[in-house]
Nanobody, 123 residues
Framework: VQLQASGGGLVQTGGSLRLSCTAS????????MGWFRQAPGKEREFVAT????????YYAESVKGRFTISRDNSKNTLYLQMNSLKPEDTAVYYC?????????????????WGQGTLVTVSS
């Protein structure tokens, strides 16, 4: 079982990036998924989550209205569209698969994690 995150990079303030996370089929279609991030010197924090069928999403207040989580189960891929990026969005972003079908912001509910992709927003 593997999660592979990609799409990170360097972007200026106000710019956009789209992160992707591919997963092995067996564990993707039935699981809620989420994105978390960890900034330098800080603890990992929740960003966004989506239910198994994409019908329910939930966001951290800090990204609400700027980020959009989505998934394409036919492609075994999770996405995070990030718009209006700010320097405080700089972090390593991790995708994760929950042991539950519903969306959840609790990191303890996630039992599979990707390796992370670095997003750097310059001021």
């Amino acid at each position: 079982v593997q999660l592979q995150a990609s799409g990170g990079g360097l972007v200026q303030t106000g710019g956009s990036l789209r992160l992707s996370c591919t997963a092995s089929r067996r564990m993707f279609s039935n699981n809620g998924m989420g994105w978390f991030r960890q900034a330098p010197g800080k603890e990992r924090e929740f960003v966004a989550t989506i239910s198994w069928n994409g019908g329910d999403t939930y966001y951290a207040e800090s990204v609400k209205g700027r980020f959009t989580i989505s998934r394409d189960n036919s492609k075994n891929t999770l996405y995070l569209q990030m718009n209006s990026l700010k320097p405080e969005d700089t972090a390593v972003y991790y995708c994760a698969a929950s042991r539950y079908a519903s969306r959840t912001s609790q990191s303890s509910h996630y039992n599979y994690w990707g390796q992370g992709t670095l997003v750097t927003v310059s001021s």
